[in-house]
């Protein structure tokens, strides 16, 4: 039996890639092949882009509030296909199904927020500047737009950013990642159900040709990345060289602390699903667990039981707290790492290699595992692993804490289990990552506020959603005026 094969989606319609280079897209909870998806071609984005450049000029004279009105439609359309969407995205994925709802929901609230274009686009005037003279600043859209995004989130990273972008009269181009293709097929099915003018958005499915032909095109005006700190800095360089305007989030090494006075029994949920949620595969996982002073025997002791008691299976099982992960490449690495934490003399105190599925055999499974006794120099302290891998790193003190924060090269999302107002002011007051979680394990911010980190977790300036992203996706064109 064939497997169905991803289509790009350019000026409203399906249309194939005439390029031979095919990828498998695999269910990881089973290991199986489901689906393949076509390597894009330069000549695909090609296409792809001048068909978001002849939609523009028509798009961008369509007053805001009317071009709010598709996005109405579309939350209306993806409610309606809530449910299909979280199932795909979970049989290509693995997280668990609740997981993926929830995913399917922050996806959504883009949307919900980008409808308020007309308060949010808004320029600013000042009258007599000087006698007479008024001025005042307008925000208008630039042109083509692109997103390049992560395997982790199929579905919501490329609405961190297409709502704003087309709300503010802009045209978009998605790259989703190859690994997961899919789920963002899925959501552009509805998407040309709500009748948004042909050329609006479109998608190109590929890897690096892909990429770099957006990198390239004299055409499109500005990029969107999410993904891992490498890449990011990658296309971060190549923007700044083809004069692009640029937003690149990238990995992460969060580090989440418990000091004494925490409440650690109604922690223990947040805590357990911050760093094997996802299978540990999100930008602000907990990687790095810091007890502070002596609680760490009773955490410890806690946290090993927690983790054990979770049900590691098919994300589609709705008993599933933990899936696969996402392919075999991925869990090669992740073992990888747990070798590397034994050699260099962590000890395993909770050993997830040889984890076994009897219903899922042939999963991509890696257990919860846990190392205790980490040294913040060792690898597994300071790569990112993105699997269900714990390093304990115990510290005296708060300022310790700080210290090994502020030390990592990444920035991205930082916690602290505490009772004390103080402690988790001087916390968040100093840490260098900006997403801060306080008895928070996801410190993730909602659509109406910025979303990226700090260092080597983000490059640019205008992270993902939130109010300033209205920036990023417009100019403010300022216009000196006096009538003589
Ligand atoms: P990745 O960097 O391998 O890939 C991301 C995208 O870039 C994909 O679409 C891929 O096709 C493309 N790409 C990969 N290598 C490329 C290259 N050499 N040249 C051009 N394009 C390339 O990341 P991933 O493995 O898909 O996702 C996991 C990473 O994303 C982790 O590091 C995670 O922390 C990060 N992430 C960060 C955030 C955040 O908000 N900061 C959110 C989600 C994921």
Redesign the pocket.
């Known amino acids: 039996m064939s497997l169905p094969s991803m289509k790009n989606y350019i000026n409203g319609e399906w249309v194939e890639s005439d390029s031979t280079t095919i990828g498998d897209v695999w269910n990881p909870a089973k290991g199986e092949k489901i689906a393949t998806v076509a390597y894009g071609t330069a000549q695909d984005v090609d296409r792809a882009v001048k068909a978001a450049k002849d939609a523009f000029w028509e798009w961008r004279t369509t007053p805001p509030l009317t071009r709010a009105r598709y996005l109405f439609r579309l939350k209306d359309a993806f409610e309606e296909n809530f449910e299909e969407i979280a199932r795909v995205l979970t049989t290509e994925q693995g997280k668990a199904i609740d997981e993926a709802r929830g995913e399917v929901r922050r996806m959504i609230e883009n949307v919900e927020h980008a409808t308020g274009v007309t308060t949010l686009m808004t320029g600013y005037t000042l009258e007599d500047i000087a006698k007479g003279i008024d001025c005042y600043g307008h925000r208008q859209p630039i042109g083509v737009f692109a997103a390049?995004?992560?395997?982790?989130?199929p579905g919501m990273?490329a609405w961190w950013f297409l709502p704003y972008a087309i709300v503010c009269g802009n045209t978009f181009i998605v790259?989703?990642?190859?690994?997961v293709p899919m789920t963002q097929t899925k959501i552009f099915e509805i998407v040309d159900e709500i009748g948004l003018p042909e050329g609006v958005v479109n998608m190109v499915h590929g890897?690096?040709d892909v990429?770099?032909a957006l990198l390239d095109h004299p055409d499109v005006e500005g990029i969107s990345?999410?993904?891992?700190?490498?890449?990011?800095k990658?296309i971060y360089k190549r923007c700044g060289e083809t004069g692009k305007r640029v937003q690149a989030?990238?990995?992460?090494k969060n580090i989440v602390a418990v000091t004494p006075d925490a409440n650690i029994e109604a922690a223990m949920p947040s805590l357990t699903t911050s760093f094997f949620g996802c299978a540990g595969q999100?930008?602000l996982s907990g990687s790095v667990l810091v007890p502070v002073g002596d609680v760490a025997d009773e955490l410890i002791e806690k946290f090993v039981a927690s983790a054990k008691a979770m049900k590691v299976g098919d994300g589609l099982d709705e008993q599933t707290a933990m899936g696969p992960l996402a392919g075999p490449a991925h869990k090669e690495r992740v073992l990888g790492y747990i070798e590397k934490g034994i050699a260099e003399g962590a000890e395993l105190i909770l050993d997830g290699r040889d984890f076994t599925v009897p219903e899922c055999p042939n999963g991509f499974f890696v257990g919860p595992t846990i190392f205790d006794h980490v040294k913040a120099d060792m690898t597994i302290a300071r790569e990112?692993i993105?699997g269900p891998v714990v390093s304990i790193v115990r510290a005296k003190d708060l300022d310790e804490v700080i210290e090994l924060i502020n030390t990592r090269g990444y920035g991205?999302a930082a916690c602290i289990y505490t009772d004390s107002g103080t402690t988790a002011r001087e916390f968040k007051y100093r840490v260098k990552p900006s997403m801060v979680g306080i008895n928070i394990g996801i410190a993730a911010p909602m659509s109406f506020f910025p979303?990226?980190?700090a260092g080597d977790?983000?490059f640019g300036d205008t992270k993902?959603h939130g109010q300033e992203i209205f920036n990023f996706f417009t100019d403010t064109k300022v216009v000196i005026q006096r009538w003589l």
């Open positions: 390049i995004v992560p395997y982790n989130f990273v790259k989703p990642s190859e690994q890897s690096r990429v770099n990345f999410v993904g891992s700190t490498p890449t990011a990658y989030l990238g990995g992460a999100r930008c990112e993105f991205n979303f990226g980190g977790s983000f993902g």
